[in-house]
């Protein structure tokens, strides 16, 4: 018989459960649904980074790439804030 491997996260919620942190459980479709979120932000995360690079390959001027790297740091920081939002709202509908 083979177990099934625990992700980061549910080893982490053990650890805090164990801590005395919160006793909130997921169902299996609150998991799944964390587990889309996250699939499809690495994938913007990605995506956001291959453009970066093909920006900075036509940039003319160092000052051109100080820019690119501004906006993509930028970029970065709202997607991760838009997943942290999404996965934070199934995390408030858990029991």
Do not use: C, H
């Amino acid at each position: 018989m083979t177990k099934k491997m625990k992700s980061a996260y549910e080893l982490a919620m053990e650890r805090l459960e164990k801590a005395g942190g919160p006793t909130k459980k997921l169902s299996e479709k609150q998991r799944e649904e964390i587990a889309e979120i996250e699939k499809t932000y690495e994938a913007k995360i990605a995506e956001t980074k291959l453009e970066f690079d093909q920006k900075v390959a036509t940039a003319e001027s160092m000052q051109d790439v100080d820019g690119f790297r501004q906006q993509l740091a930028e970029r970065l920081t709202e997607l991760e804030q838009e997943r942290d939002k999404k996965k934070e709202t199934i995390w408030e509908q858990a029991q």
